[in-house]
Structures are given as C-alpha cells and as structure tokens.
C-alpha cells in the first residue's frame, strides 16, 4: 500500500507592519526683511516710497536732511557715491546678499525686477517703459528742476533763465499729453515710467505750467493719483516737510544745495 503524502501547511510569513509615515516640516514662507529707504520727501524720493508701496514690501524710512548737508556724510557716501537720495539698502538682494542702489531709475527698474511688478519681462514692453523712464531721469526731472531753482529758488531773478527752462518744461509736458492722447499710461500699462513722471508733474504750478492745457496728462495725472499705493507713498516723509519753507530764504540750505563743487576723497 503506498504510502499517504503528508500535507504541509505552508508557512507565510506575517505581514510587515507599514514604516510610521515620516512628517514633512511644513515649508514656512520666509518674510522679507525690511529695505532701508535713505529718504528726503523730493520727487526723487517719493518715486521709490510709492514704489515700495505698490509692491507691497516692508521698508524703514532713513531721513537723510539735504538741507543740512547728511548726505555728504561718509557712511552714506558709501551707500550712494552721488550724495543724492534717494538709495535703498536690500538686505535679500541678488543671491541673499545685501545689495545698495543709488539713482532713481536704477532703484525703480531694480524693484520691478525683484517683484515682477510694473516693469515687463517681455524685451519690447521692458523697452518702451524704459524709453519713458529715461525720458524722465533725463529730461523732464531735470528740467523741471532748474524751474524750479530759476522760478523759486535763486537768490537773483534771471528772466532768461526762468522763461528757458519754463517753456522747456512746456514743451515736455507737449510731448507728454501727445503721448496720452491714444493711452491711459506711457507705456501702455502702468509701470515705473509712470511713477518716476507723476512725482514730478505733481509739481506744475512751480514750474508755471496749468494742467488745463494739457487735459491727457491732467487725467492721467488724477488717475495716478487716486491709486491707493500713490496716496500712502506719497505722505512718506510728510512729518519732515514745513509747509512754509523755502529754500531760497534759507542761507545754511541754498549754500549745500546749490553751491557744491567736487569735493576730495576722505
């Protein structure tokens, strides 16, 4: 008789209890540390502290008083060769290095970079904002400026000099409400050409301009300044201003303002 084959039970092994799921740390976004924002309340100033504000970053206000001369002091020669305002300080700049930057327009085309806000990324749109930002920095700032001075300021009223610069100032103005007739900003969309525009034109009645005859750059100019970031930026620094000073009647000012030449190495 053969003999009966023994079944075996066949032995599984136990089931492996499933690893403890490991807990990822929940990235926590990091908070941008403050730029410092070296500040007097010019037009060239308030460019960048309605800038900052656009942008939503979180800066502290570094009075730095022109008519005093603190913009000739060695630590901020350091941050702004020129001895202008307005500079920044950026303690996250490019590769979280700290990073300062002097000049109005450079410091604006820094942040929109940064932010990727009012300044494209597209080659022909970055073109055009910067055609318009220059025109800016180069013309109508400066111009603007020296009515200013010829118009208020000088210690000798030069009927040249005041009608030179008034009308030249006319004339950009020309050139900027021609530009706004088929457009509600410079470049198209709103950008830092506008910004860098809008501190300056702010000013039209010292320069002996009347918006009235300009009405493409008076809407513009009301539609800039109803921006909520435009309104906030532009009362930066308002605590520093006297509503009744003149820097013509100032000798101490008109002396650091208008009468530098270079001045030697420390």
């Known amino acids: 008789m053969a003999a009966s084959k023994k079944k075996t039970k066949r032995r599984t092994a136990p089931a492996k209890k499933a690893a403890p799921r490991e807990k990822t740390p929940t990235s926590k976004r990091v908070k941008p540390r403050a730029i410092e924002l070296y500040f007097w309340p010019t037009s ?53 290095k700290s990073i300062a930057i002097f000049e109005s327009g450079a410091i604006l085309q820094y942040l929109g970079r940064k932010t990727g806000k ?4 597209d080659e022909r ?39 030179r610069y008034t009308d030249e100032v006319n004339r950009l103005y020309g050139v900027m409400n021609e530009r706004l007739a088929a457009r509600d900003y410079l470049a198209g969309r709103y950008s830092i050409a506008d910004i860098a525009a809008w501190t300056w034109s702010r000013n039209w009645k010292r320069q002996g301009q009347n ?46 303002l208008f009468g530098q030449r270079a001045r030697s190495a420390p």
């Open 44 to 96: 060239n100033g308030l460019k960048i502290s309605i800038m900052l504000e656009e942008c939503r970053l979180p800066y502290d206000v570094k009075p730095v008083n022109i008519n005093r001369g603190e913009q000739f002091a060695p630590e901020f020669l350091r941050i702004s060769p020129n001895n202008r305002i307005p500079a920044i300080v950026d303690p996250d700049g490019p590769n979280g």
């Open 211 to 256: 918006l009235d005859d300009f009405p493409h750059v008076k809407a513009w100019h009301e539609r800039i300044a109803a921006r909520p970031a435009v309104q906030r930026g532009r009362i930066v620094g308002e605590y520093l201003r006297d509503p009744n000073y003149q820097i013509g009647l100032d000798p101490v000012a008109s002396k650091i």
């Open 125 to 163: 749109g970055r073109v055009e904002v910067d055609e318009w930002l220059f025109w800016q920095v180069g013309g109508l700032g400066p111009m603007a400026g020296q009515a200013h001075h010829f118009r208020g300021d000088a210690a000798e009223q030069i009927p040249y000099a005041i009608a």
């Open 118 to 121: 009012f300044y494209p990324t």
